[in-house]
């Protein structure tokens, strides 16, 4: 069964950085490229922000203006996202996401 852990959220204001984790267990990790979604406040769908294939290409929306980093460490079954100059518009749930299965997600705050 495969299972997706996500944490590193937190409240921060505006300008910090976070790094975000995804554990992913199942041994389907390293076979499989890993997402990173988010939901806003009062939003129904989430947001696709960012791809990382199995070999560790990166592949970014290109609303996100280069403030977001995917990576991705297949000896620890783990999928990273950088994020920098954080915005109060970056509050919401992230969430990692492989081969359709989703986390629990972890909650962005950003006060400005």
């Known amino acids: 069964q495969v299972q997706l852990v996500e944490s590193g959220g937190g409240l921060v204001q505006a300008g910090d950085s976070l790094s975000l984790s995804c554990v992913v267990s199942g041994n389907i990790f390293s076979d499989n490229a890993v997402y990173w979604y988010r939901r806003a406040p009062g939003e129904q769908q989430r947001e696709w922000l960012a791809t990382v294939t199995t070999d560790g290409r990166p592949n970014y929306s290109k609303t996100l203006k280069g403030r977001f980093t995917i990576s991705r460490d297949n000896a620890k079954n783990t999928v990273y996202l950088q994020i920098n100059s954080l915005k109060s518009e970056d509050t919401a749930v992230y969430y990692c996401?492989?081969?359709?299965?989703w986390g629990q997600g972890t909650q962005v705050t950003v006060s400005s």
């Open positions: 996401n492989i081969r359709q299965c």
